[in-house]
């Protein structure tokens, strides 16, 4: 009842909003009405979360949906938990568009499809049949393709519409022929009966296209090239939708089936996926710290997080295959801990580079500069957001950063040789893409926030209005608090994954301040405990510092080597911040390449540097594929202009082979 | 008239300056110096100096092939002349001085900034008649352009970190990688040319000990030659071997401070730790025998101020066997540290080529293969009795450039054993007579050959006298060392070739 | 409250003996070098001089500069408190294992990046893009040490990995030792140390760390050399921790047991610092790209120690 207010509220408010598309101010209005369904749905999965446990799942039977089929829809504590972070990260959007949206240069088409964006993802999350499920996807690809392609006087935004068409299409068409897969084995297309069908689920091909289904959505290596063309061409809220949530949504739908509706998997599939997400993580996060556009970086980081989380999900499924379902647990809470903390870090970080975008005009973080003195309270929330993606404590990333790595750290106690030697090495990957994560942030924050502004417009930026800065000062403070209280939040996710494993993880071992999931001797973190240390040894510092040191301070010019320069260019920009690593790994990985053409002493010529960078994945597979599938579309277009006498050979022989094929197939 | 000719015939049937010693100075017309330009570009004659007086500019060549060396002057009363810059690389930077210390122009160089004129004197175009005004601002000095996205400026110096000469490096770079590295120097400039003018010898002398206080013994010596030249007049023999005893202890002296210093900067400070305090036992034994621990103002026009006591020479002949013993194990340290040859080889690598057009001499010139030694070229006494070696290095890298001075070592050490068996006996000094004239020296210090060219007046005082010192021709190559190296590469680099900040500066 | 009494004790031990270990290194080095050297509480002198200067900081600084001496500190001293040097028996020590305590060591280094950045000069950018270069693979390397120990112990915890090791559970093993190869590399590193970076040279284009705080006077530069101090002595009191605990008092051991602890502690931060400084004395700085080789060494060297346990195991 609930659930379909709030659904019926977005339909209505995207419908809606097309009559005001003339006046900006409505498509403030418009975000601002998104809000009540939002915190509606919200609340509605807090409230199942806290439910006792054993509450059963709210189902509703809707005649909607194929002839015979009827809609299935379903809130359970999966559900329920992915609604919050759908949610939370949508009444931050809703909050920023309120003072965001009437700026853009074309709010009338950004307003309605915002709240149906909405409805499609709030639609996934609830579905519990294939056709419905199916039905929210492709209508939320649809949305957000619509938001990617909203600005239309950007031919770069077309671009990436046009990528990422192909994509979802890709993801849609695996996903429907997944369920086609499981709905022949096990019989139907509806998930309560596919969950109670023990066995079957489609086999090897099915798992293989839910993954490449929800992997595409998710921005899975290889699969990544439209996420960060995508998610930067969108409305900066959009952006912090499209990378902070749909990608959980997705992620949601891998958790849903493979955990759910399918069968226990082979330790295999676990596997892969680690290594799928080890080489997800390390190539996002490595292209991350190659990028200049501020927005394209953060997508980037986007596709490092989803890794991230692919690995705590394959070692949940390993961890599953091997009948260890505390292990399990583990590494399923540690996924949506993450799956959690990076909706909420990523929104918060989109949105603080939406205001940046806005106050300057500027993406490309090697023309800001400077920006923490002019946009204090963005700039704080940004930090904010730095560390806690980065894994620094006392914040929400690290906590689940720490959650992965002791799962991690426990599995090679899984008896196959591949695993052994596998998981040491997925290992090494994840602690060099959190290593590089941090440098990728330092090097964000440092040129956008830091240092001496690097154009006029920066110069000149301004703090963004209210309801911006409130949009990201409770995405930043809930990170804190999200990362001061971990045993609180990883007990509520232990009940979320309780009945997908029959199992629940004990948070506390050692007590409540102590997180200590796995034995009391095996390793502990209790934020709460840092943090509170940490402050009576600041307090001390602080005393003792001035209670003995001079406690003047003067301003000065900085130390110059008695030569001032003040240009912009006097401070280390972006590309050489990274260059180091640019110089060591990109090498390798982007066949990267400097040409520095030095005129002899004393000649007065410019001396000359170029970069030269190439993406092997795109040159090596999708820009092939982009040809071959040119090629054949020409071969297609020969067939329409055949003379009669051809189309009835070819009739002919299409009958040859449809007959062969009835012959030599077994009966059913 | 080009074509394979030496710089003798060329110049030939010019018309020559009557006193100038030891070597002949022509007065070339404006045709004549285009020639000298044409043919310049053909032939490869290094271009030892170029510096003004009055209205007049002169170019110091020498042919490599015979050793032969002429000054070639031009006399130009517009107050500009055609440039040797397009020829000879090296000549930019001197002329860019040139134009501000005189406001002569050269025509044709394409550098319009000035080099030692910061805009901070209270005149311009200091040594010209009339002087020029003084700038209302400090001269905005634009570097030199580089084009490519998202460099980064390091605006290095003229204040360091360390007690160094003062000297301001600009590097464009992209991360470590350097695109283009311009140094900016003349903050130590004292205004030698005018405080010289017009200064009795025995003043001009300690000016001219004073220009690049590590190289004093140098200065000291080329100017006294070039006294000597002008008035021609000779030191007693004994003189000349005490000359070149000091001489050679001073190359002893800072060689060792450089193997050290490169080293240390390389973070190996052991290395420098050992050298300094062999460098220490080398000016206190100049202390010992000389009165002074680096030998200033020992070296006078006409001789000598203090004599080798027979303790002083057994001081010094034990010194040199401690020096050769405790060398070779601070050699086998360098040798045998792979940490510290990782450093060193491959690195700041100058091509031997580019040594040659820029007519860089010295330890820089030697590790790429130059060959030029004035102490051999010229063969100045005694050292036209000694027997000695003038090493060189293939590779011009780091490690060249301390394998060198290493060399260079071994060669001084053996030389001071010499100059102590074959030291003459006689009076050390000779009165300069009174007269006027024109005179050059070329004189090998440690850094490389120091050009001097003075002209006296006919009561014996110095009318103009101008030191050229060897890092002119060295420093720019600095700026190509660093190619293909990264930022934190540059000091090593720096160090190996430790050019003079104060001797360019003038 | 005896673990709670340790733990405000070994709080203030770290602070107070991290200068002495710094003089000490510096002295044996100068000794090395054939210099006499200043004793070996001069650090302290240094650090009391700077906290009387008054603090100059940059016009185009933020507030972000002023914070940043005190987080560090901060998060350094916290890391150092919580590593057991003397007793495992302190109330701090299971609030961090050795994932945390890498993790406040990068916060510390998170933000001295982001100061020298924040001047806007091209010294501090400069420190701070080579410091993270470096960490990059220094930190991975670190995290992999912890996995190997974390499969030979089942425990990322320092206290528990110390008992494990006293209760005699390791033998002689490769892993083991491997694990304390890539420590020692990561430690020189990470402590700035010859041959990764020189503490001592006054040549701002070849510095990582002294780059970073150049634009730091007075009282917010005395807490930033502090906190190397103090990180030099963590990363020995880690050394000593993982792979030499005998001496370290465990839980239920009378008082005296502490004054043993701490006569070990401080017997073997002396040994290893003489060990540090002879080894600085005869290894010049590397390369800076040489340094990926050899902290990817490190890296290389702490996953073979996890999979020779494996290997070890099957034999």
Redesign the interface.
Known sequence: MVIGSAMIAFLLLGLAAPLGRRRPAVAGLVHLACLPPSLLLLALGLMHLAAPPGTPPQIITLPLGLPGLAGHWRLDRLSAFFLLVVNLPAVLAGLYGLGYAPHLPRPGRVAPFLPLFLLGMNGVLLADDAFSFLLAWEFMSLTSWLLVVADDGNPEAGKAGLTYLSMAAFGGFCLLAAFALMAADGGSFDFALLRAHPGGGGGVLAVLLVLLGTGSKAGMVPLHPWLPLAHPAAPSHASALMSGVMTKVALYGLIRILFDLQPVLGWQWGFALMLLGAATALTGVFYALMQ?DLKVLLAYSTVENVGLILVALGLAAAFRAYDQPALAALALVAALYHVLNHSLIKSLLFLGAGAVVSATGERDI?RL??L??RM?VT?ACF?AGA?AI????PLNG?VSE?LV??S???A?SLSH?AM??GV??V??AL??A???A??CF??A???V????PRSAAAAAAREAPLSLQLAQVVPAALCLGLGIFPVLVSGGLASVVAPLLRVRLPTAL?GWP?L?PI?P??????AL??LL??VA??IT??LV?HH???Q????????????P?A?P????????????????FGRPLLAAR?L?D???????A??????EIRDPLWDGLYARLIRLVNRLADRVNRLQSLTVRHYLLMMFWTLVAGLVIVAVRPPL | MLGNTTLTEFLDGLRTVPQHQPWPRHLLDERAWMDLLHQLAESDWTLLGLWADGGEVHAALRDEEDGAVAVASLSCPERKYPSLSEVRPGAIRLERALRDLWGITPVGLSDPRPWLDHGRWPVSRPLALPRGPAPETPVDYPFLPVEGEALHIIPVGPVHAGVIEPGHFRFTCSGESVVRLEARLGYTHKGVEELMAGKPLAEAAKLAARLSGDSTVAYSLAFARAVEAATASEAPPRAHWLRALMAELERIANHLLDVGGVCNDAAFPVMLAHCTTLREEVLRANAACFGHRLLMDRILPGGVSHDLTREGGATLRKLCATLAQRLNILVDIYDDLPSLQDRTVGTGIVRPALARRFGAGGVVGRASMQGGDARKAVAYPPYDELDFAVPTQPLGDVNARIWQRIEELRESLSLVNQLMDGMPGGPLTRPIPTRGGEGMALVEGFRGEILLWLRLSEAGKVVRCHPRDPSWFQWPLLEAAIENNIVADFPLCNKSFNCSYSGVDL | MIPLLWGILHTLLVVAAAPWATGLTRRVKARLQGRRGASCWQPYRDLWRLLQKDSVIADSASWLFHITPYVVFVAVWLAATILPTLTTDMIMTPAADLIALVALLGVARFFTALAGLDAGTAFGGLGASREMFIASLGEPAMLMVTFSLSVLAHTTSPAHLVEFVLAGHVGLEVSVGLAMGALLMVALAESGRIPIDNPATHLELTMVHEAMVLEYSGRHLALMEAAAMMRQLLFLSLIICLFLPWGIARPGDAAPWLLVGLAAWIAKVAALSVVLAAYESWIAKMRLFRIADFLGGALLLALLATIFLYVSEAL
Request: net charge positive; hydrophobic share 45%; proline share 8%.
């Open positions: 200049r090697n500069g400077g923490l003195n204090p700039g930090l560390c980065s894994a620094l404590p690290f720490w790595f002791q991690l750290f426990h090679p040789w052994r030697f040491p090495v290992g090494v602690a060099l959190a290593a590089f941090a440098v330092v090097r924050f440092g040129t926030f830091l240092g001496r050692l102590w200590s034995a001797g095996a390793g502990s973190y209790s405990m840092l240390t940490g040894l600041a510092t602080v510092v003995f040191g001079s003047r301070t003067r301003r000065a010019p900085v130390w110059d080597c008695g030569t320069c240009l260019e006097a401070q280390y920009s972006a590309d050489s911040f990274s260059q180091p690593l640019r110089r060591v400097e520095i030095m005129p002899a002493p004393g000649d007065t410019p001396a000359r540097f170029r970069l």
